[in-house]
């Protein structure tokens, strides 16, 4: 059974900052990995699909990187903004494409 | 706008009764799921088709949750006799084979 796990909960960076977000998980047979954005009561935005094949997908200031071999996803976001203050959760498929999301990373950029 | 779209997105009841959401998924998309969350957690699984066809459910999936898909278009969640623990915000999601899922903006359920 596929389990995500992303740790810190919570990061508070002062703006224009560069930061990682990590994301581990336990079953490396997987196709591809999914991170999205989702603002307080709002549903998820998708923000780049990263697929096995791949080490590396960007977009703007965003980058995400998929290592399997050792579990892992990290999530870059360049010269961080407050608008960039949301949840970010890192998602892998199963069966049938369903996905297996972490807990997510509450990420607060202070102007 | 053609993203996918979920009625209502907010709904209040009272413990006992039924209740019904709707999501559209993107038309030429011919996988569908419903996600469950809740405050502090991240989305958990609970149903998905594939066209028309239900293929797979979770075993939060309780008796009182059903799900359609007639005619692989829309879908309905449908939960009888609502209790406090089935608040949330249920979330519908749509995509391809081995592509992006695309995430409505959710339904969020109070039971009072």
Redesign the interface.
Known sequence: KQE?TQIPAALSVPEGENLVLNCSFTDSAI??L?W?RQDP??????LL?IQSSQREQTSGRLNASLDKSSGRSTLYIAASQPGDSATY?C?APG??????????ITLSVRP | DTGVSQDPRHKITKRGQNVTFRCDPISEHNRLYWYRQTLGQGPEFLTYFQNEAQLEKSRLLSDRFSAERPKGSFSTLEIQRTEQGDSAMYLCASGRNNEKLFFGSGTQLSVL
């Open positions: 995500v196709y591809n999914q999205f009561g709002k549903g998820l935005t998708s699909l959760l998602a069966a049938n494409s369903k996905l297996t999301f972490g807990k997510g």
